[in-house]
């Protein structure tokens, strides 16, 4: 079988009035077939080169902003605050200031990996009954979304002080001068924002600032090609830049944001004050997984992604991918139903471990996934994926998670010239998160992460509300390592389908002897804990009789990956971005 892509991008409009009832995993289909991260274009992209260094960011302007900072002698961390910073101003439905990231970084002169969590937190006034009605049932999805129930604390400010803080070149206020520029003089609106925002203009209109924003006065919604300026964002920027991250998490921002959340007609949230004063980034040790001759490292709790790619890549160890090679059904088989065996166990234990005991070095042990490889030694899918039993002291048996995370989010990856590496993943969760605005960024709704249901049958659910805690995610930004260097950073956005996206990329590249941009455009086909999920408009399409003699289910829909991807050899860096998405590549 050809892997040539042919897409059309655009999703049927009859799609798009499909009503979301419900958190029912029946309604998985229509609720991302409505979420306005669903694809909206391709463009063709080639891989680049460099020795020096290198940006891969899903925005040319953002990409263009840590090209900057490095070409003035800044490093991978000064580049990332650059870049993230843009990025909150040209693609804002993505990610920005009032969101949360996970960074992966490798330290050249310490030879040292490790990783930052700027996740939200849950208001200290929540409780597990947030998003339930008075009747103990789960909220419909875009009720509990849209306005300010669904904000936890933002993390990503406090991730770029605390990151430059102990690892930046450049002052703190120079990296701020690409995106106070650009948001003074303005961008130009690209295809993707301007059809993200038609599409989800019901619930972009419902707030004041909001609307304000992304209409024209005449009540349009902005076009592509048309200049944006944001002043209010540059003025926010330029108040963090001289006074640091407290000139966000106190004082005067801080009290507005507290305001939006708290005044958000219709649907107002609890975050205090006393939450933004009170935030923390945790460093973390990298999670990491053998596979093959590499180790595949990444953000552990309370992200779900180094552990479910971790035991993806564990088990699919156990099978000769690079002998079955792409076009063998054996080898989707197997793709699908070790996706689907770590869904199980991600459903089951994965949460925010600082809160709830979770068996994580279990469940990447080597007898337990060999265990689990074992179950996919057949030739027909898997009857029924069920949760394991990892290793694990813990007498607790949780309940399965039932959160509904739709796509959305935005990876980049860095390297400078001193080798320094970061794997950053970054959102504001659903596709301009909880739509409500201030100072000229938008509010995350990452809240929403979390389980709607705390109990099932009187068993906890790991993942359940609490004040706090920060809510799971799906987030896998990833450094391969080889032989105790950086190999490969990676990631991608989608909500729960970045796992899928990343392990497709890895086997892809490293089984299967794909180049880094071939790899990225193989079309998707995922499996989480449900159907084969196919790429529509691409040859994955062919795979579904096949897959369904198996016993798969199968279905069709919308996968746009936004991966962003650099390959470290001694001498270059090959840097990809993902052509369903706007990404661009910049290198020296
Ligand atoms: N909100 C996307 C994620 O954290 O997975």
Redesign the pocket.
Known sequence: MEWNQHRIALLSACLLTLPVTSLAKDNQQSADQLAPEAATGLTEQQAVTGKNWMVASANPYASEAGAEILRQGGNAIDAMVATQLVLGLTEPQSSGIGGGAFMVYWDQKKKALTTFDGRETAPFAVTPLLFQDEKGQPLKFFDAVVGGRSVGTPGTVRLMWYTHQRHGKLDWKKLFEPAITLAKEGFVVSPRLAALVEKDKAHLQRFEATKAYFFNEDGTPIQAGQTLKNPEYADTLRQIAERGASAFYTGEIAKDIVKAVRTAPGNPGVLSTMDLATYQVKERPAVCAPYRQYEVCGMGPPSSGALTLGQIMGMLSHYPLSDLGPDNLTSWRLLGDASRLAFADRGRYMADSDYVPMPTKGLLADDYLQQRAALLNSDQALAKAEAGNPPWDHAMRYAMDESL?LP??SHFSIVDKGRNVISMTT?I?NGFGSRVMVRGFLLNN?LT?FSFRSHDNGNPIANRVEPGKRPR???APTIVMQKGKPYLAIGSPG??Q?IGYVAKTLVAHLDWGMDLQQAINLPNMNNRFGPFELEANTEAEQWAPKLETLGFKVQVKELNSGVQAIKLSDKTLTGAADPRREGKVIAK
């Open positions: 995370e959305s989010t959102t969760e990452e992460d995610s799906s987030m909500g729960s970045i």
